[in-house]
């Protein structure tokens, strides 16, 4: 978490498909092709059916997702 979250920020368009494939990451270890169709389905808003592999990394990029979508803008530093 330490390594690359804290030099995410920005604007919704730009950082939540960033958010997202790190929130994918977080859950498997495992990114899929970007063209995949349940990757492009990924929320990590949603209630997960396992636990993450990195639970504390994927909370705070579940955190950072839901800043960004309520107020266009996300940084790691809340």
């Keep these: 978490m330490q390594k690359v979250l804290p030099r995410l920020h920005g ?8 958010l997202i494939d790190i929130a994918r990451f977080c859950v498997s270890l495992d ?10 389905q990924f929320d990590p808003a949603d209630v997960l059916q396992s636990d993450p592999v990195l639970p ?11 800043s960004v979508r309520a107020n266009q ?5 809340e």
């Design 31 to 40: 990114l899929p092709p970007s063209g995949d169709v349940a990757a492009q």
């Design 56 to 66: 504390v990394s994927f909370d705070k990029v579940r955190r950072m997702t839901l």
């Design 73 to 77: 803008f996300a940084s790691f530093t």
């Design 11 to 18: 604007s919704r368009r730009k950082l939540e498909p960033i």
